[in-house]
């Protein structure tokens, strides 16, 4: 499903020497930098002395910082910045080859700018406008030459950041665009090219799951720490989604899903009520040390303690005696299951529906230990020890002094509700004490259609592990109305016990993580369907202007298209939000059998690979 990138024209030729930069705040002097560290002339302008002096601040420490860490040489640093003109008036911009205009997120003030500009700078000049959510097209109307305006929304840091987005306007001259992407690739960038629509790609996919996030908090569904902890370690992100929040500033947050909101009048980007009240109380975030967390002081990255802290004393306890944990299934999650408890000292006893399928849970337990042993990071002795541990069986009778058992089994509700009626006979009933907790690993069904099916509701929690179980530290814990909270506290610390991190959320559909993750990826595909970038630009962009380790298609053909078709209609179909209804492309290459990597072919082709 991949589109190829056109071509740049031969008029991609044309040379640029001095480059404009207008604002030189923190964005603007980044820019500025990059323009000069690749040997053009830069003429940076401001409005003030005051405001000048700040931004050639930005740019002296900047660099000293890199000398600091050797990644130039004071020569180098004198040279780069004596190519950097500081000036307050913009008719010093008449020599420039390519302007880009840094200033704040106001469109009458970008509009004044490109005004003026019109009268100052040569017919042929390249007028360019770093922002990161107004119209590039209302701003281009300023200009008597709209299709020499076009967007580039460096991110931040921009020394830093590889990602550059070229907005392109209905009216910006192909060889315009040409020109401005083989520029940027000059500078050591990757440019990604996109439609003028509010928050291009990184912003308007980054900022739907950050307010679904904020969402998720203010209806005290998990924890602020649950829900970051959940991102973190069930899919890597580099932050969680609110303490990203804090770090891009509410304020700014607020104004980037209001505009696009505006625009597309998508519910999704309609900004959570609290993002509002917060910013009116002036919590801004890290800025003011006050957001979804507490600093220690304004620009302090150090979250401290504050009301909402979970307290050291509510540490979760075994409130059940566990030493005989049961798992029940032999497929690669059941058997990294298996193998987490063993590790941990515990005596598993693992059912399966044939001898040869027990002896496969044991084979792939083995087969990781001794790719372990090859690296030195295990020995046969704790190899022999572990397996010593498990036990199998294929009777589900043999559970009737199991302490835990935990589900594994296939997503199909049928067979795991006739599985936990059997449970229900076979395995001990407290009768009101403490009886074997029955635990499923779910990642989508409802877990309470799962304990109706017992006689004892109480005891029935979703204990969702992620794959490889061995590797991920996540394990999401899912209470229904009916679990018991001694239950509950007991698989916390049960999953502090055998070294996970331990996240609390109700039986909804998707948990914290799935219920984040797949309408992003969703969101993703709807991108892609209505041709507005292609699906490598796409990725590029979540993952070099976001930092996440996966681009959304990537991760899509990883996971299955059937594995996210099914997990999006269960999410549509208890929230009934039309921003969840999965996309019709995502449908359609289900239907003809494109399931990503495990058949050759998703949204992209792997035939050949």
């Not at 990757?190 to 790609?201: H, S």
């Not at 969101?523 to 996966?550: E, F, N, S």
């Amino acid at each position: 499903m991949t589109t190829a990138a056109a071509e740049p024209s031969s008029a991609s030729a044309r040379t640029f020497t001095t480059i404009g930069v207008v604002g030189l705040g923190t964005m603007g002097a980044g820019i500025a930098e990059v323009f000069a560290r690749n040997g053009f002339a830069v003429v940076g302008v401001e409005v003030t002395d005051e405001a000048l002096g700040r931004g050639r601040q930005h740019l002296e420490h900047s660099t000293a910082r890199a000398v600091k860490r050797e990644k130039m040489t004071e020569a180098e640093q004198a040279e780069l910045l004596g190519r950097i003109t500081f000036t307050t008036s913009l008719k010093d911009l008449t020599d420039a080859d390519f302007v880009v205009e840094a200033v704040v997120e106001s469109l009458e003030t970008k509009m004044a700018i490109f005004r003026d500009l019109d009268a100052i700078v040569s017919p042929e000049t390249i007028l360019a406008t770093n922002t990161s959510s107004l119209s590039v097209t209302e701003i281009s109307t300023a200009n008597s030459r709209p299709g020499r305006v076009i967007g580039v929304h460096f991110f931040n840091p921009a020394p830093v950041q590889n990602l550059v987005e070229v907005i392109k306007t209905v009216v910006t001259e192909q060889a315009v665009l040409d020109e401005v992407r083989v520029l940027v690739e000059k500078l050591g960038k990757n440019p990604v090219v996109c439609g003028d629509k509010a928050g291009f790609i990184a912003n308007t996919l980054l900022f739907g799951y950050l307010n679904h996030a904020v969402s998720m908090y203010e209806g005290k569904y998990a924890s602020r720490e649950d829900i970051d902890a959940a991102m973190r370690y069930g899919c890597g992100y580099p932050m969680g989604p609110l303490a990203l929040l804090d770090l891009i500033g509410l304020d700014t947050a607020y104004e980037i899903l209001e505009t696009m909101y505006r625009q597309g009048r998508d519910r999704l980007h309609a900004p959570s009520p609290i993002l509002k009240q917060m910013v009116t109380a002036g919590m801004l975030g890290r800025k003011t040390g006050r957001g979804f967390y507490t600093y220690e002081a304004p620009d302090s990255p150090v979250v401290v303690t504050d009301h909402e802290t979970p307290s050291a004393d509510e540490k979760p306890e075994l409130q059940h005696d566990i030493k005989l944990v049961g798992v029940v299934g032999t497929g690669t999650m059941a058997s990294g299951i298996v193998e987490v408890f063993a590790k941990s000292g515990y005596d598993v006893l693992v059912v399966g529906r044939g001898q040869d399928k027990v002896d496969g849970v044991l084979a792939a337990i083995t087969r990781n230990f001794d790719k372990q042993i090859q690296r030195g990071k295990a020995t046969e002795e704790a190899k022999a020890e572990v397996l010593s541990r498990v036990t199998g069986t294929t009777s589900l009778d043999d559970l009737k002094d199991v302490d835990i058992v935990v589900e594994a089994i296939a997503e199909d509700l049928a067979i795991k509700t006739t599985l936990f009626e059997n449970l229900d006979d076979i395995c001990r009933n407290g009768n009101g004490g403490r009886g074997a907790i029955l635990a499923t690993t779910t990642s989508s069904l409802p877990i309470i259609a799962c304990a109706k099916a017992t006689s004892r509701p109480q005891d029935v929690i979703g204990m969702h592990f992620f794959n490889p179980a061995p590797v991920m530290k996540l394990v999401e814990v899912v209470s229904t109305v009916s679990t018991d909270d001694a239950v509950t506290e007991t698989v916390r610390a049960l999953c502090a016990k055998v070294g996970k991190v331990a996240v609390t959320c109700a039986d909804r559909a998707g948990f914290i993580v799935n219920a984040l993750l797949f309408p992003y990826l969703n969101d993703a595909v709807r991108m892609l369907d209505a041709h507005y970038a292609t699906a490598d630009d796409i990725d590029l962009a979540m993952k070099q202007g976001c930092a996440l380790p996966m681009g959304p298609f990537e991760l899509l053909d990883v996971v299955g298209n059937d594995v996210s078709l099914a997990i999006q209609r269960e999410l549509y179909l208890e929230f009934r939000e039309p921003g969840f209804a999965p996309s019709p492309l995502l449908e359609h290459l289900v239907t003809a059998g494109y399931l990503g990597r495990k058949t050759k072919r998703g949204f992209r082709d792997y035939s050949q690979r």
